[in-house]
């Protein structure tokens, strides 16, 4: 472990025109970085463009949703994600 017990990653990959979730907020706040292709992002309403190593950070109880235009691999940060941790445990 390194050390910090209030995080979450989940890896994302989706095919072009894939399906993905509908818009939803998370109760911590969620770091987006693409790591391969290009990854759109709605946020509260306006759509991000994310290419290899940008990032954009959803604070909680954001209303957000992937959009799978293209095809991307992506990771997902959930910081103070106590909640998800607990549940696997």
């Not at 709605?42 to 190593?53: F, R, T, Y």
């Not at 604070?59 to 959930?78: D, F, Q, V």
């Amino acid at each position: 472990m390194f050390g910090y017990t209030d995080r979450t990653a989940h890896i994302f990959f989706n095919k072009e025109n894939g399906p993905s979730f509908s818009i939803h907020t998370d109760p911590v706040d969620v770091l987006i970085e693409c790591l391969d292709g290009i990854k759109y992002i709605e946020v509260d309403g306006k759509e991000v463009k994310l290419e290899p190593h940008d990032t954009v950070l959803i604070p909680s109880e954001t209303p957000h949703r992937a959009l799978n235009y293209e095809k991307a691999l992506m990771i997902s940060y959930g910081i103070g994600d106590t909640e998800t941790l607990t549940r696997i445990r």
